[in-house]
C-alpha cells in the first residue's frame, strides 16, 4: 500500500482581501510543522497566491508580517473594480496560473470576491476545491457575499464547517455528507497564536485608552456605509455615545470615502477616535480589551465570542448565528442600537461560551482531510 502514496502533493492557497489573511496563515503553519516531521509522506507544497483584492499597507501587507506569512508566491495584482470587473480581473489572471502550476488542491477560504472567483477557475479546470469557512448563509442575497457563499460550496470537493448549523445548512442544500467536514474556526487559530503579543500592542498607550473604558467599532458593509443618510446617522448617535466613553473606529477605506463626501467632522466629538485601519494584533488588543464591540463584521463577532466581549451586530443577520446562539453577539438596527449600547454600559450584558472545535487546532483538523482526500 506504501507504494501507492504520492511522495508530494501540492496545494494552492487563495488569499485576496483582508479577513482572508488569518484564516490562510494557520493552514501554512500547519503545513510547515506536517513537512517538518521526519519520514512524513505525502509532503506537502504549499502555492500561496495573493490575487490582489486588498493592495494597501495596512488592509493586506502588515497581516503578512504579523502574522508571519511568506511572501505570495504569485501575486496577480488585480485592485478593486465592480464586482464583475474584479471577479473577471482574478479569474483571467488565475487560470494561467493553474495551468502552469496543476496543483492537487486549491483552497478558498472565506466569502469575498477571490473566494469565489478562484473557485469557479479551478473547478472548471477538473481541479479538487477545498473551502475553508464553509456552509454559512445570512439568507441574504443583496449582500455579495452571500452569492459568494453558494456559488463556491456548490462547487467545492472538500467543505470545511466552523460549526453546526453551517453543516445543516449543507445538508439542506443537498451537499452529501462525505464532503462536509466540521472543522472548527480557523479564526480562532490564528487569534489563539498572536495573542500574547496582542497583550503587548502598544495602540492602547498611543490612543490613550484603558481596558473596559472604550467601545471599539468597525463598520465597513455597503448597507452600512454606502448611503449618505445611514453613515450619517450612525456618526451622529456614535458622537452622542462618545460622550460617556471613548469610542475608537478604525476606518475601513471604503467607510472612509463616504465620510469625506458626508463632510463628518471628528473634531467635533473629543472622545471619538477615528483612526487608519488597525493591523491585527492591535485589533484583537480591542476586540479583547473594549467594553463592547459595534461592528457588521464577521470575523469580530467570532473573536467577541471567543473572547466573551458583548458584541452588537449592525446588520439585520448574521451567517454566523453560533455567535448570538452560544456567544455573545446580538444583532442591532439603526433604531435600537443606542439602548442597546447604553444597555451593556448599564450592565446587562449576555454571558456566552465558546463553540465546539473553536480550540486553535483547526488548521491540522483541515490538512489532515486534504492528504487523505
Ligand atoms: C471586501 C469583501 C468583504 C470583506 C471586506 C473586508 C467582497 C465582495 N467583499 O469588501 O466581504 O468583509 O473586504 O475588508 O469581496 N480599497 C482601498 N484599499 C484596499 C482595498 C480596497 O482603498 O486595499 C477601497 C477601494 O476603493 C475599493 C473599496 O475599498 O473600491 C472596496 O474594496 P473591495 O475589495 O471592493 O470590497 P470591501 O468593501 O473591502
Redesign the pocket.
Known amino acids: 500500500m506504501k507504494g501507492l502514496q504520492p511522495e508530494k502533493i501540492k496545494i494552492m492557497l487563495v488569499a485576496?482581501?483582508?479577513?482572508n489573511f488569518m484564516k490562510i496563515a494557520p493552514l501554512i503553519k500547519a503545513i510547515n510543522s506536517r513537512n517538518e516531521q521526519k519520514n512524513i509522506r505525502p509532503r506537502i507544497k504549499a502555492i500561496l497566491v495573493h490575487t490582489g483584492?486588498?493592495?494597501?499597507h495596512n488592509?493586506?501587507d502588515i497581516f503578512f508580517k504579523e502574522l508571519g506569512i511568506p511572501e505570495p508566491d504569485i501575486n496577480l495584482g488585480v485592485?478593486?473594480?465592480s464586482?464583475a470587473e474584479?471577479t473577471a480581473r482574478i479569474m483571467l489572471a488565475f487560470e494561467p496560473v493553474c495551468l502552469k502550476e496543476k496543483p492537487d488542491w486549491v483552497v478558498v477560504v472565506?466569502?469575498?470576491?477571490?473566494?469565489l472567483a478562484c473557485s469557479v477557475v479551478a473547478s472548471k479546470l477538473g481541479i479538487k476545491v477545498a473551502h475553508v469557512e464553509a456552509g454559512l448563509r445570512s439568507h441574504d442575497r443583496t449582500m455579495?457575499?452571500e452569492i459568494?457563499r453558494l456559488v463556491t460550496d456548490s462547487l467545492a470537493d472538500l467543505l470545511f464547517t466552523p460549526s453546526d448549523d453551517a453543516n445543516i445548512n449543507l445538508k439542506k442544500e443537498g451537499i452529501p455528507a462525505t464532503k462536509r467536514k466540521l472543522v472548527g474556526n480557523i479564526m480562532i487559530d490564528a487569534l489563539v497564536s498572536r495573542l500574547k503579543q496582542a497583550e503587548k500592542s502598544p495602540l492602547p498607550h498611543r490612543l490613550n485608552i484603558r481596558p473596559g473604558q472604550f467601545i471599539y467599532v468597525t463598520l465597513?458593509?455597503?448597507s452600512n456605509v454606502d448611503r449618505p443618510e445611514v453613515l450619517s446617522a450612525i456618526m451622529k448617535k456614535l458622537g452622542r455615545i462618545s460622550k460617556k466613553i471613548p469610542v475608537v473606529f478604525p476606518v475601513?477605506?471604503?467607510t472612509?470615502?463616504m465620510l469625506k463626501k458626508i463632510s463628518f467632522r471628528p473634531e467635533a466629538y473629543s472622545q471619538l477616535i477615528l483612526t487608519e485601519p488597525v493591523g491585527y494584533t492591535d485589533s484583537l488588543w480591542l476586540a479583547k480589551y473594549a467594553r463592547l464591540v459595534l461592528t457588521d463584521?464577521?470575523g469580530l463577532q467570532e473573536e467577541t465570542t471567543y473572547f466573551k466581549t458583548p458584541c452588537l451586530t449592525l446588520r439585520p443577520n448574521t451567517e454566523r448565528p453560533v455567535t448570538i446562539k452560544i456567544g455573545t453577539n446580538k444583532l442591532t438596527n439603526l433604531k435600537t442600537m443606542e439602548a442597546d449600547i447604553n444597555d451593556i454600559l448599564d450592565g446587562k450584558i449576555k454571558r456566552g461560551k465558546i463553540p465546539r472545535y473553536w480550540d486553535g487546532r483547526t488548521a491540522e483538523r483541515i490538512i489532515k482531510y486534504l492528504v487523505a482526500g
Open positions: 485576496g482581501a483582508r479577513p483584492q486588498h493592495y494597501d488592509m493586506s485592485g478593486s473594480g464586482h474584479q472565506g466569502d469575498v470576491n477571490s473566494t455579495p457575499e459568494n465597513h458593509r455597503p475601513h477605506p471604503r472612509r470615502k463584521s464577521g
